[in-house]
């Protein structure tokens, strides 16, 4: 079956960098986008980027341009985000999400990853 | 950016009701446009893509409808696991957006 697995809760200080793993199973690796999308305490969901985990080819949502970088591992079929220059309202749970497409990018996601929190304070 | 309104940001249901949830978008996003359903502490589940296409294994009280910027998603007899916080989502072009989330609550 269908799994991402992401990497353990962060507290981090302001200005750091953080870098949550997402470790896929039970499908091709390299068959559907891979997406981040985070949900700040009592917010909404906001997308972060995407993946082809085919080319390594990335799309940014603008506001993290320069400060996110998404990577992924073949050897081992997981993803990455990084985070830096990190800020108190960067405080959110991080979730990672198989796009439902087929080699193509739909951009809705029918497998999610359980979430990783990541609190930024001094 | 596309944005989205959903409303109502809140309702209050009892089991068995009907309900319906509106999404509005700020510009014509012909069908492209999808439902989540979020449960406190956990990830959102696909319901609904391109506007009426129910995901597979979502029961068949839920569906959606609309089309360019005016969607909805109506749930028929709401069962004690539907109360939980909606979403909708454009995927029409990146960035995708998100709605800001209906929170239906049993009454």
């Known amino acids: 079956q269908v799994q991402l697995v992401q990497s353990g809760a962060e507290v981090k200080k302001p200005g750091a960098s953080v870098k949550i793993s997402c470790k896929s199973s039970?499908?091709?690796?390299?068959?559907?986008?891979l997406q981040w999308v985070r949900q700040a305490p009592r917010q909404g969901l906001e997308w972060m980027g995407r993946m082809d985990p085919g080319g390594g080819s990335t799309t940014y949502a603008q506001k993290f341009e320069g400060r996110v970088t998404m990577t992924r591992d073949l050897s081992t079929n997981t993803f990455y985000i990084e985070l830096r220059s990190l800020r108190s309202d960067d405080t959110a749970v991080y979730f990672c999400?198989?796009?439902?497409?087929?080699?193509?990018?739909?951009?809705?996601?029918?497998?999610w990853g359980q979430g990783t929190l990541v609190t930024v304070s001094s | 950016d596309i944005q989205m309104t959903q409303s109502p940001s809140s309702l209050s249901a009892s089991v068995g009701d009907r309900v319906t949830i509106t999404c509005r978008t700020s510009?014509?996003?012909?069908?492209?446009l999808s439902w989540y359903q979020q449960k406190p502490g956990k990830a959102p589940k696909l319901l609904i893509y391109?506007?009426?296409t129910l995901q597979s294994g979502v029961p068949s009280r839920f569906s959606g409808s609309g089309s360019g910027t005016d969607f909805s998603l109506t749930i028929i007899s709401l069962q004690p696991e539907d109360f939980a916080t909606y979403h909708c989502q454009q995927t029409f072009t990146t960035p995708r957006t998100f709605g800001q989330g209906t929170k239906l609550e049993i009454k």
């Open positions: 999400a198989r796009d439902r497409g087929y080699y193509t990018d739909y951009g809705d996601f029918d497998f």
């Open positions: 510009q014509n996003i012909r069908n492209y």
């Open positions: 391109v506007a009426s």
């Open positions: 039970g499908y091709t690796f390299t068959s559907h986008y």
